[in-house]
């Protein structure tokens, strides 16, 4: 006899099994069957919480969001008595190894798995409406304590997460690996221009060792 599952249960075991597929095989090729053979539950108890996959993707979505939050806001704690260059450099670095050792156990390429425009929308919402603003908070420390000279904190840091989240991902936007290193440095020049000389070498070797 098969087990009976409670609603909150049920939920876990869709979106747990929704996230392995999106991961494994990308947004578009899992279909609600696949989800539902996964997560071992009919397609009517599937469909009985989330009417489409585009109602599972913002859940998992949220949950991504929230965790980010809950680790940039653990981060900024860590940085108290750095100067505000030094902030954003030791959570850019610090972002980049959570991330990295996130994927490093999958066997998948995580620049194809969910990358819908639900996706794309929902984080760029995100940055512009959460991770801006106390990005800027960051660089007005620094223009405080001399470490930074930017003139407009807030376009800066929306600016800078944009091209970083979204011009810079090849999964949102596909560009040759050998192109890779040159849009860093694109990236790295336009910040300092800002008075935001946050974009380290090192970080851009993190980032072009994570890309592979």
């Known amino acids: 006899m098969s087990r009976r599952y409670n609603a909150q249960e049920s939920r ?22 696949d989800i539902s053979e996964e997560a071992k539950l009919s397609k009517g108890a599937i469909y009985h919480h989330y009417k489409s996959k585009d109602e599972i993707i913002k859940e ?23 100067k505000g260059r030094e902030k954003i450099i030791y959570l850019m670095d610090n972002i980049v190894d959570m991330v990295e050792n996130k994927f ?11 990358k819908s425009l639900d996706m794309i929308y929902m984080y760029l919402k995100n940055n512009i ?4 603003p106390m990005l800027a908070d960051i660089i007005e420390i ?9 003139e407009k904190p807030l376009e800066c840091a929306e600016t800078f997460l944009m091209l970083i989240n979204i011009w810079l991902d090849p999964g949102v936007i ?18 300092k221009k800002l008075g935001c000389d946050v974009i380290t070498d090192n970080f851009i070797e993190k980032m072009l060792e994570y890309m592979h």
Do not use: W
């Open 174 to 191: 596909p560009y040759p690996k050998e192109r890779r290193l040159e849009k860093f440095k694109f990236l790295q020049d336009l910040m």
């Open 142 to 150: 620094g223009n405080k304590d001399g470490s930074l000279n930017v």
């Open 60 to 82: 998992i979505i949220n949950k991504y969001v929230e965790l980010q939050r809950s680790i940039l806001v653990d981060l900024i704690h860590k940085t108290d008595g750095y």
């Open 104 to 114: 490093k156990n999958l066997d998948v390429d995580e620049y194809q798995c969910i």
């Open 12 to 33: 876990e075991l869709i979106i747990g099994a929704a996230e392995k597929l999106f991961f494994e095989k990308g947004f578009d090729k899992v279909s609600m069957r």
């Open 129 to 132: 409406n959460y991770d801006a």
